[in-house]
């Protein structure tokens, strides 16, 4: 079948809303998926229409007060920015930024069905846990960290897992993060149920500090104050991330002097509520 603009964009843009397997930030209904894919294959602007409708219509949809989390003050302040944001993307963006097949998309649609929260330099989806195979990948010193970091969490999930929206960098910043780190502190804090915070990322890798030390904070903050840095895997298609800003590191990594390599944090809640970073530098605006 076929979907018509005049007809059926109304029930495209309903089908968000059908309740989703997955925990991932970016799972949606699989008839809406079909529907999208359909759509990209068969009409000749593909599903761009139809996906900026459904930007609006979730616009217009959303409620902070259907969170099914509790908020504090400051990260209900950040979706302030975010819908503004969101407004003008609906407006301004080109056809070819509303697939489903660009992931910077997929996070603005997590935004606005309460899978993606924000807490300023990155999101977090608040469905997710540790994967055990970090046990094995590190060898048996790694095995050692692993049990050590989910028995200070308490278990392996839920976690908020971190992500970089690539459209949104402007707190991406040591003093950004820091106020990251506080508004994931205040999260947990009227959240008890979730265990602490895990991402995975080339940026906390310990040897990036030889290539980019200006990065370094990034896994140092963390680590100091009671975050398990784990081994995740070899980057070797430089697909991560690592080379799409920095020239240098894309000049090391054609000449074989750098390698991108995958870390996972696993930051249990315990110590994040201790609030150690507070040592390095207050983030402005807090006492």
């Given at each position: 079948?076929?979907l018509?603009?005049?007809?059926?964009?109304?029930?495209?843009?309903?089908?968000?809303?059908?309740?989703?397997a997955?925990?991932?930030?970016a799972?949606?209904?699989?008839?809406l998926?079909a529907?999208?894919?359909?759509?990209?294959?068969?009409?000749?602007?593909?599903?761009?229409?139809?996906?900026?409708?459904?930007?609006?219509?979730?616009?217009?949809?959303?409620?902070?007060?259907?969170?099914?989390?509790?908020?504090?003050?400051?990260?209900?302040?950040?979706?302030?920015?975010?819908?503004?944001?969101?407004?003008?993307?609906?407006?301004?963006?080109?056809?070819?930024?509303?697939?489903?097949?660009?992931?910077?998309?997929?996070?603005?649609?997590?935004?606005?069905?309460?899978?993606?929260?924000?807490?300023?330099?990155?999101?977090?989806?608040?469905?997710?846990?540790?994967?055990?195979?970090?046990?094995?990948?590190?060898?048996?010193?790694?095995?050692?960290?692993?049990?050590?970091a989910?028995?200070?969490?308490?278990?392996?999930?839920?976690?908020?897992?971190?992500?970089?929206?690539?459209?949104?960098k402007?707190?991406?910043?040591?003093?950004?993060?820091?106020?990251?780190?506080?508004?994931?502190?205040?999260?947990?804090?009227?959240?008890?149920?979730?265990?602490?915070?895990?991402?995975?990322?080339?940026?906390?890798?310990?040897?990036?500090?030889?290539?980019?030390?200006?990065?370094?904070?990034?896994?140092?903050?963390?680590?100091?104050?009671?975050?398990?840095?784990?081994?995740?895997?070899?980057?070797?298609?430089?697909?991560?991330?690592?080379?799409?800003?920095?020239?240098?590191?894309?000049?090391?990594?054609?000449?074989g002097?750098?390698?991108?390599?995958?870390?996972?944090?696993?930051?249990p809640?315990?110590?994040?509520?201790?609030?150690?970073?507070?040592?390095?530098q207050?983030?402005?605006?807090?006492?």
């Amino acid at each position: 079948m076929v979907l018509h603009m005049t007809t059926d964009v109304e029930e495209y843009c309903a089908l968000a809303l059908a309740p989703v397997a997955g925990t991932g930030y970016a799972a949606l209904p699989e008839k809406l998926l079909a529907l999208e894919q359909e759509l990209s294959t068969k009409e000749r602007r593909g599903a761009a229409p139809f996906n900026k409708r459904l930007l609006i219509f979730l616009l217009q949809e959303f409620s902070l007060s259907e969170s099914p989390w509790k908020l504090p003050k400051c990260v209900a302040l950040l979706y302030g920015a975010q819908l503004k944001r969101l407004q003008f993307t609906a407006t301004n963006k080109p056809d070819r930024y509303f697939s489903f097949q660009n992931d910077p998309f997929r996070k603005d649609l997590a935004i606005l069905l309460h899978r993606l929260i924000p807490f300023g330099a990155e999101f977090a989806n608040p469905h997710s846990g540790i994967p055990r195979s970090l046990a094995i990948k590190g060898g048996p010193r790694q095995a050692i960290r692993f049990l050590r970091a989910t028995a200070a969490s308490r278990g392996t999930r839920p976690f908020l897992e971190l992500h970089m929206h690539p459209e949104v960098k402007e707190a991406f910043h040591p003093a950004g993060w820091l106020e990251c780190y506080e508004h994931l502190a205040d999260f947990l804090q009227l959240n008890p149920s979730l265990r602490g915070v895990q991402s995975t990322s080339w940026f906390l890798d310990p040897k990036l500090v030889r290539v980019s030390p200006r990065l370094a904070y990034l896994r140092e903050v963390p680590e100091q104050c009671g975050a398990y840095i784990l081994f995740a895997g070899a980057d070797r298609e430089g697909k991560s991330g690592a080379l799409a800003t920095s020239p240098t590191r894309r000049r090391l990594y054609a000449s074989g002097d750098y390698q991108p390599r995958l870390f996972t944090r696993i930051w249990p809640v315990a110590h994040i509520l201790r609030r150690q970073w507070r040592q390095f530098q207050p983030p402005s605006g807090r006492d």
